[in-house]
């Protein structure tokens, strides 16, 4: 139940970026069905792995892979499916309680926070360059076979 809960609400945000990004109309739905994978991978996995970081690695590969797949299919730049998809990955909060932290002079607190949204980001974009690089490797493969 809670896992469907969490897909619903993921796939309405990615909508809305999509929307608020002006992607085609006919790939609204889909690239909130990409959001909303990638979130419930995150889900799942920051619950397996009991590390934001690795579940933000594994999410953003889903939706990466799942970008690439939807863009050859309806033949669009995989942008328009993948830049709404990670959106309900970005780490706003571990930012805004960054920022927080160092107004308030904690900087223990600060420095955690700041490291774990460094690198959540971080696994955000490696895990869109190994799907991205995964299927520029598989359409090289099918090309020479």
């Excluded at 690439?68 to 709404?84: G, N, Q, S, W």
Aim: no cysteine; glycine share 10%; net charge positive.
């Amino acid at each position: 139940m809670v896992i469907i809960k969490q897909f619903i609400f993921s796939f309405l945000s990615t909508i809305g970026f999509a929307v608020l990004f002006s992607i085609p109309k006919g790939s609204i739905i889909k690239s909130g069905i990409a959001g909303a994978s990638g979130w419930v991978t995150f889900y799942i996995s920051s619950m397996y792995f009991e590390s934001h970081v690795a579940g933000t690695f594994f999410a953003a590969i889903v939706v990466g892979i799942l970008g690439e797949l939807l863009a050859r299919y309806y033949k669009k730049p995989a942008t328009v499916y993948i830049i709404p998809g990670i959106v309900p990955l970005v780490p706003g909060a571990g930012m805004y309680y960054t920022m927080l932290a160092l107004v308030e002079k904690d900087f223990y607190t600060a420095a955690n926070k700041g490291t774990e949204t460094f690198f959540i980001a971080a696994a955000i974009s490696i895990g869109i360059i190994v799907s991205t690089s995964l299927s520029s490797s598989i359409k090289r493969v099918k090309h020479k076979g």
